[in-house]
C-alpha cells in the first residue's frame, strides 16, 4: 500500500499527539487538580501547537490508587475531572478544530472497588463472580504463601504480586492491591471490553492506547516464573494475539486507531503485534530508552524502521510519558539513558546541556517517518521536578520502600502563566510546583522566539515538508547523523564533540541553536534543510 492511499483516512500514520495528564494539564474550577474544563479551555493552545491529537491518560471513575490506571467504571469520568457530558462535549470541540481523541483504555486490571471485584470479594472463595480474576489458594501448609513467584510489574517494586484475603484466597494483582488482574480466558471480560471500545467509539473518539498491552494473558496454570519462564507466564504470550484481533474487528467498524503500550526488548516480538489485522500503532519504547548517542539512536531508528516494514505499520517517535524521567533532565545526566531499574534520588543533571539536547532531539523525532508522541510540558522543556518525600503520591515510590524515585516528578501540574497564582494551574497544585515553575510559562515561551515552545511551534507547523516518503542515511563525520527523506528535506543531528559542517542545502528551515559564526552546525544541534 502506498502512502497515498493512506493520506486521507490514515492520519495516525503521520500524526502528532499530544498527552494530556489531565490532572495536571490544566485546573478549570480551582480546586488543585486538571479537570476536562481545563483542558477545554486550552484548546486553542494545541490548535495553535498544531498538534493532530490528544491522548488522554484514563479519566474513568477511580479512587485513584495509581493515577486513575485503577479503573472503577470505564463508562464514567471521575468526579474529579468532570463528566461524561463534558468529555463529549470536549471530543466534539477538539474536533471541530481538528483535533481527534484517543483514550487509555486499561484492560489488564481494574480498581478494587470495580463491582466485579466487589461482588467478587462478597461471593466468597469458588463462586463463578471469583472466575473473572485469578484467585487461588496459597501454598504452604495453612495456604500461608503465594500460590506463586511471580514479579511485580512495577520495577523496583519489592511488594508481591499476591494479596490474601480473609477468606484464606489469595488474589493476582500484577501492580498495587488496588488493581486486581482480570481473567482474558474468560468470556464475559472478552465482552465486556468489546463493549467499553464501542463505548467510546460511539461517543466519538478516534482511538485507543491500550494499557499494558502484552500482560493481558495469563499461563492458566499459573507456574512460577522460575519453573516455567518459556513462554513467559505472563509476558508477551500467543493468546494476546486474538485478543487483539477481535479488538481490531470492533474498531474497524468505527475507522478507529490502536495505540499499543508494549514493552517487549525483542523487535520481532513486538512487530507481531501490528500485523495488519491487530494494532495499528504500538509505543517506540526503545527510542524512548535509548541514551543521547549518535551510533545507538541509529541502531535505534534503524531497527524500528526495519522491524516495521514487514508489517507495513508506521513507528511511533516518543521520548518521554507519565510514567518516565523528563526528556531535558535525562539528557543532561551522565547516563542518557531511560531504565526503571536505575531510577534514583538525587542523580545529578546539568539542565542546560539536557535542555539543548532535548531541542535537538525533538527535530530529530519530528523529522522521521511515522508519528509523534508529544507529552505535555515537553514542548515547555519542563525538567523532572523534586518532589518532597512527604508529598510524594506514586505508588512506584511506595512499593520500591521508598528507593524508587516515582513518577510524580514528570506529573507536576502546568505551569500556564508566569505572573499567575501557581503558574496559573487553578488552585494550589495536588504536587507541589517547584519555585522556578513561572520561568516555563507558556504564555512567557510564547512571546519568546528562542524558547522551547516556539521551537515546537515551528518544527510542527514545517514538519509536513517532510512527506511521507521513506529515510536515507546520508554520509556525515562520526558523532552526526543526517538523514534526507523523499521529498528533498534534510535531517542533520550534531552529538559529535566538535561542530559539524552543513550539507549543500539550498535553504534553513529551522535550527534547535544557533549555528557558529563560520556557520557549522554546534554539538547537541540539530538543523532542518531544505536540500
Ligand atoms: O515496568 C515496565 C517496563 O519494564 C512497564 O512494563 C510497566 O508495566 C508499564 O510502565 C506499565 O505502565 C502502565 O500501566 C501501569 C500504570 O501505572 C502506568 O502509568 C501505565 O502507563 C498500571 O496500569
Redesign the pocket.
Known amino acids: 500500500m502506498g502512502p497515498s492511499r493512506h493520506a486521507r483516512k490514515e492520519w495516525w500514520r503521520s500524526a502528532v499527539i499530544y498527552q494530556v495528564y489531565v490532572r495536571s494539564f490544566a485546573d478549570g474550577d480551582g480546586d488543585g487538580t486538571g479537570d476536562l474544563a481545563g483542558v477545554r479551555t486550552r484548546l486553542p493552545y494545541l490548535a495553535e501547537l498544531g498538534v493532530d491529537a490528544l491522548w488522554f491518560?484514563p479519566w474513568y471513575l477511580s479512587p485513584m490508587k495509581?493515577?486513575g490506571?485503577?479503573v472503577a467504571d470505564y463508562r464514567a469520568v471521575d468526579p474529579a475531572f468532570g463528566t461524561l457530558a463534558e468529555a463529549e462535549k470536549l471530543i466534539a470541540e477538539a474536533r471541530e478544530l481538528g483535533i481527534r481523541t484517543i483514550v487509555?483504555i486499561?484492560p489488564?486490571?481494574v480498581s478494587d472497588q470495580h463491582p466485579w471485584f466487589r461482588a467478587a470479594l462478597a461471593a466468597g472463595p469458588g463462586s463463578p463472580e471469583r472466575e473473572l480474576f485469578h484467585f487461588r489458594r496459597g501454598r504452604g501448609e495453612h495456604g500461608e504463601l503465594p500460590p506463586n513467584d511471580w514479579p511485580s510489574?512495577?520495577?523496583g517494586s519489592t511488594e508481591p504480586v499476591w494479596k490474601r484475603l480473609p477468606d484464606g484466597d489469595w488474589y493476582l494483582h500484577?501492580?498495587?492491591p488496588e488493581?486486581p488482574d482480570l481473567n482474558w480466558a474468560h468470556p464475559a471480560v472478552r465482552q465486556e471490553h468489546q463493549d467499553i471500545l464501542r463505548f467510546w467509539f460511539e461517543l466519538g473518539v478516534a482511538g485507543v492506547r491500550i494499557?499494558?498491552a502484552?500482560?493481558l494473558a495469563k499461563d492458566p496454570s499459573l507456574p512460577d516464573l522460575a519453573d516455567a519462564p518459556h513462554p513467559h507466564p505472563f509476558i508477551d504470550r500467543d493468546e494476546l494475539h486474538d485478543i487483539y484481533r477481535s479488538w481490531r474487528a470492533v474498531a474497524d467498524e468505527y475507522d478507529g486507531m490502536f495505540v499499543g503500550?508494549v514493552?517487549l526488548p525483542d523487535a520481532e516480538r513486538f512487530a507481531r503485534y501490528l500485523r495488519p489485522d491487530e494494532l495499528h500503532t504500538a509505543f517506540n519504547?526503545s527510542f524512548l530508552s535509548c541514551p543521547w548517542d549518535a551510533g545507538r539512536l541509529r541502531t535505534a531508528i534503524d531497527t524500528t524502521l526495519a522491524e516495521h516494514a514487514p508489517v507495513g505499520a508506521p513507528a511511533t517517535w516518543v521520548l518521554c510519558?507519565?510514567?518516565?524521567t523528563r526528556t531535558v533532565t535525562r539528557y543532561g545526566r551522565a547516563d542518557t539513558g531511560f531504565d526503571?531499574?536505575k531510577k534514583a534520588f538525587g542523580t545529578p543533571t546539568d539542565l542546560a546541556l539536557g535542555t539543548r539536547r532535548a531541542r535537538a532531539a525533538a527535530l530529530l523525532s519530528l523529522a522521521l517517518p511515522g508519528s509523534v508522541y508529544l507529552y505535555q510540558g515537553e514542548e515547555l522543556g519542563l525538567p523532572e521536578a523534586d518532589i518532597p518525600r512527604d508529598r510524594v503520591e506514586d505508588?512506584?515510590y511506595f512499593r520500591s520502600g521508598g528507593t524508587d524515585p516515582g513518577?510524580d516528578g514528570c506529573r507536576v501540574p502546568l505551569p500556564w502563566a508566569a505572573e499567575a497564582p501557581y503558574a496559573g494551574f487553578g488552585g494550589e497544585p495536588w504536587l507541589p510546583q517547584p519555585a522556578d515553575w513561572p520561568e516555563y510559562a507558556a504564555d512567557r515561551q510564547a512571546a519568546d522566539p528562542a524558547s522551547m515552545l516556539s521551537l515546537y511551534r515551528a518544527a510542527i507547523g514545517l514538519r509536513p515538508a517532510f512527506g511521507d516518503g521513506p529515510l536515507t542515511w546520508l554520509p556525515a563525520p562520526e558523532g552526526v547523523l543526517a538523514f534526507a527523506r523523499a521529498e528533498g528535506v534534510l535531517c542533520v543531528v550534531n552529538l559529535a564533540d566538535e561542530s559539524a559542517g552543513l550539507p549543500p542545502h539550498t535553504e534553513l528551515l529551522l535550527t534547535s541553536g544557533p549555528l557558529d559564526e563560520d556557520g557549522r552546525l554546534p554539538t547537541d544541534t540539530a538543523v532542518w534543510l531544505r536540500g
Open positions: 491518560n495509581d493515577g490506571y485503577d487509555d486499561v489488564n486490571h510489574q512495577f520495577v500484577l501492580f498495587t488493581q494499557d499494558s502484552a500482560l503500550e514493552w519504547f510519558n507519565h510514567d518516565v526503571f531499574a505508588p512506584m513518577r
